[in-house]
């Protein structure tokens, strides 16, 4: 079992940055793919990003170019730093991961962009 817990959300203005942290409770080397989520109102969960353990990176179309996302093993911790940020970026942002046959969710973090 491993517990996820998420930091960094906020308030911003369109153009301006924010860097999500994701925390977990057990050492993350082993897991292959780090997950970053979102949920706007109204909308269903969508796939931000996603860090592989051999540091190979995926993104969604409406994040690349703005969105990286990197992970630190050794502190067991996966980030979304965020650029250019646009109010439809507004949304919960979730860390996830699979592991043993079980998904694991963060209580999420909440992103506005408004000025």
């Known amino acids: 079992q491993v517990q996820l817990v998420e930091s960094g959300g906020g308030l911003v203005q369109p153009g301006g940055s924010l860097r999500l942290s994701c925390a977990a409770s057990?050492?993350?080397?082993?897991?292959?793919?780090m997950n970053w989520y979102r949920q706007a109102p109204g909308k269903q969960r969508e796939l931000v990003a996603v860090v592989f353990s051999g540091g190979r990176t995926n993104f969604a179309d409406s994040v690349k170019g703005r969105f990286t996302i990197s992970r630190d093993n050794a502190k067991n911790t996966v980030y979304l730093q965020m650029n250019s940020l646009k109010a439809e970026d507004t949304a919960v942002y979730y860390c996830n991961i699979f592991l043993d046959g079980h998904d694991y969710w963060g209580q999420g973090t909440q992103v506005t962009v408004s000025s």
């Open positions: 057990r050492s993350v080397f082993s897991i292959n793919g």
